[in-house]
């Protein structure tokens, strides 16, 4: 009855709730960021309905059976779960089979064997909540081991996924620079011929043949940039170096044409601010924290109190001065432990409970402000390449217009050849900077889907 009173007004077994407020505005206040219901969001589909490439899918499948970072996130989880079975059981009384033997001789008297054959049995009775606290917290441990999971699930996709892509950019870089090759080895030649035939200088002869090594060198490194892009993938594969297989830069729907997703308004698109909070790991993760802390601040609390123990023996003996057979021992005990001084220790350990749980209070609303900024930043980086996209596609139109133009003019002795080089290398820039944007745009809308809280799944 005591203990029932005491407990009424302590609070030891209350279940812990929510009580951090997230900010208003997460996503911001600026015209770049559409709301709309959670089932138009982007991150209501699965990675295989956002990433419709045969090719790119093998490789995320391949990822999450075989990564290593990952597969440990899974072993983490296990290792949670094993925890928690302990904590469960601890409710139950701890049985030992310990048995023991002995010799004894005193003086001229003959030896004397003794024995005991006991079940030792000791039960911690849970009055304060000290180990259902724990079990709680147990658990809040074995859910941001998930947390961790789903987090290091979505980071893998998403990461693997920028990878293909910028593989898909490097592949349309060097297809453009090996065309600019053939162009410009081409013009070389001809202003070589011009050279010999006394209608052209030297210096235009040089000019031109720095060009064209110079796009060499961009070969040269992109074909080295290609070969660590793989390298870096089929570490995300666990596996040994070697050839991955992509499409073409053009062969799927992120980079085919400006109808088509990348820039799309309906993949714009974000939902509201709570379906991110409910589906982001990071930010279930910071609240299981809490909810951990609040379970070891109240275990905490639990040690100001008695701890009651029940312990017994049940067996066969025949010291005491029993004779042979031994005869049936019975032994009950029951103890209350207080604390009175522990040199500060329990009051030490409560503080800190306490101060661990409104640290990670002001951590979770930091998390909540970043996933905003996150989802403000991949929005308007989307937005960017959209608007981008046509000024360079309509800059490439114009400057191959230009360097046509400019090549039959030199063709009819109206242009000179530097022209027609200045065109080439503008035309050249230009190519290589939409596919840069193109890409941009792919990763940023990659990162959109993941700061919503795609990919988990």
């Known amino acids: 009855m005591f203990a029932g009173l005491m407990l009424s007004g302590c609070g030891l ?21 559409t709301s709309a219901s959670g089932s138009e969001s982007i ?20 990822a999450l059976a075989n990564n290593t970072d990952l597969n440990s996130a899974r072993i983490n989880v296990e290792k949670s779960q094993v925890l928690l079975r302990t904590k469960k059981l601890a409710f139950l009384p701890s049985v030992y089979f310990s048995p023991q033997g002995s010799f004894s001789k005193f003086g001229s008297e003959s030896w004397s064997k003794g024995y005991t054959i006991p079940l030792d049995v000791s039960w911690n009775v849970d009055v304060f909540g000290s180990l259902r606290n724990k079990k709680r917290a147990a658990k809040a441990a074995l859910l941001q081991a998930q947390m961790t999971e789903e987090s290091t699930r979505s980071n893998l996709i998403s990461t693997l996924a920028q990878e293909y892509f910028y593989l ?5 870089e060097l297809d453009i620079l090996i065309a600019t090759d053939s162009l410009w080895k081409a013009s070389l030649d001809t202003q070589q011929a011009l050279y010999e035939n006394g209608q052209a200088y030297s210096t235009a002869v040089n000019q031109q043949e720095s060009s064209w090594l110079d796009v060499k060198l961009q070969i040269v490194a992109i074909k080295r940039s290609i070969r660590s892009t793989e ?44 379906m991110m909070l409910e589906r982001r790991p990071d930010i279930r993760l910071a609240n299981f924290y809490i909810e951990e802390a609040f379970y070891n601040v109240q275990a905490a609390r639990a040690a100001f109190y008695p701890s009651i123990t029940l312990s017994g023996e049940l067996g066969w003996t025949n010291n005491g001065g029993l004779v042979n057979p031994g005869k049936l021992l019975l032994q009950l005990v029951g103890q209350l432990s207080q604390p009175i001084f522990a040199r500060g220790e329990i009051n030490a350990n409560y503080k800190t409970a306490q101060l661990t749980e409104e640290n990670l209070k002001k951590k979770y609303v930091q998390a909540v402000v970043d996933a905003g900024n996150q989802v403000n930043e991949a929005i308007a980086d989307c937005r960017a390449a959209r608007e981008n996209h046509e000024y360079y596609h309509r800059q490439v139109e114009v400057l191959h217009e230009a360097y046509v133009g400019t090549h039959e003019l030199m063709d009819n002795g109206k242009a000179q050849y530097l022209e027609v080089l200045t065109a ?13 944007n193109m890409y941009n745009g792919a990763q940023a809308l990659i990162s959109l889907y993941v700061a919503l809280g795609g990919g988990t799944k």
Request: with cysteine; charged share 25%.
């Open 13 to 33: 077994y209350n279940n812990y709730e929510k009580t951090v407020q997230e900010p208003e505005g997460v996503f911001g206040a600026t015209q770049d960021i």
């Open 168 to 172: 898909q950019l490097l592949d349309r």
């Open 231 to 274: 390298n870096e993938i089929c570490s995300l594969l666990c596996i040994t170096p070697q050839h991955i297989e992509r499409s073409k830069w053009y062969a799927d729907e992120y980079h085919s044409s400006a109808d088509k997703r990348l820039f799309e308004e309906r993949y714009m698109k974000v939902g509201v601010p709570a």
């Open 424 to 436: 080439q290398e503008s035309l050249l820039n230009a190519q290589l900077n939409e596919a840069s």
């Open 43 to 62: 991150a209501e589909m699965s990675w295989r309905e956002f990433f419709t490439d045969p090719l790119l899918q093998q490789l995320i499948e391949q």
